[in-house]
């Protein structure tokens, strides 16, 4: 099941994140958020009206995706930066491309006008995602983050809305 998230949901949605914080490059993060963090940036979300939704498997949160603003000068406001993390146990049996979807389909409805989405490489489920749902690509950072004692690259791509 997807449905919106709910305050509920960001112990789950702090988990599933914090094990990439810890474990992969995925994300440039070295210290996972806490619970209040969370709790701050779904407010804003709702503040904003930027959809956040999670997936449900087994009654449980086994992902999560939103949108958050691209850039903060104003005539960026119709771009949002969108996120997709499942649990490392509930990936590659198609969950994130239904989230995913979902999160794309709410953004439409919104008439926003672009996503764009930055990925650490290589991320090959990630890249197949992307590229799956309409993503282009823009264009790549070469060594734009240290993480994990290497130098990491990121892409970024785009999906007119
Ligand atoms: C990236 C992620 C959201 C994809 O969700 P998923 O449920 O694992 O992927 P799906 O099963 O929906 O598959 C989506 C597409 O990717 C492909 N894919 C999935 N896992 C793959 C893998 N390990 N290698 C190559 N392709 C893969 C699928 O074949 C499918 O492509 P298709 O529709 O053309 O057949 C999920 O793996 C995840 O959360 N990973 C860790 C966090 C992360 O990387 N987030 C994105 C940060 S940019």
Redesign the pocket.
């Known amino acids: 099941m997807i449905r919106a998230a709910a305050p509920g949901d960001l112990e789950a949605i702090r988990a599933i994140y914090a094990h990439?914080v810890e474990h992969?490059v995925?994300?440039f993060d070295f210290d996972p958020p806490s619970l209040e963090e969370w709790g701050e940036r779904l407010a804003a979300a709702g503040e904003r009206g930027h959809p956040w939704l999670v997936a449900e498997r087994d009654g449980a949160v086994a992902?999560y995706?939103y949108a958050a603003p691209f850039r903060a000068k104003p005539a960026y406001a119709q771009t949002v930066e969108t996120?997709?993390?499942?649990?490392?146990e509930?990936?590659?049996?198609?969950?994130?491309?239904?989230?995913?979807g979902a999160l794309l389909d709410a953004l439409i409805a919104q008439e926003l006008h672009l996503a764009v989405?930055?990925?650490?490489l290589p991320?090959?489920?990630?890249?197949?995602?992307?590229?799956?749902l309409g993503f282009e690509p823009v264009g790549t950072f070469a060594q734009v983050g240290f993480k994990h004692g290497a130098w990491r690259d990121v892409e970024f791509l785009q999906r007119r809305l």
């Open positions: 990439y992969t995925i994300t992902g995706a996120t997709i993390y499942l649990s490392h509930a990936t590659g049996h198609g969950l994130g491309r239904a989230l995913y989405a930055g990925m650490t991320n090959p489920a990630s890249q197949r995602l992307h590229r799956a």
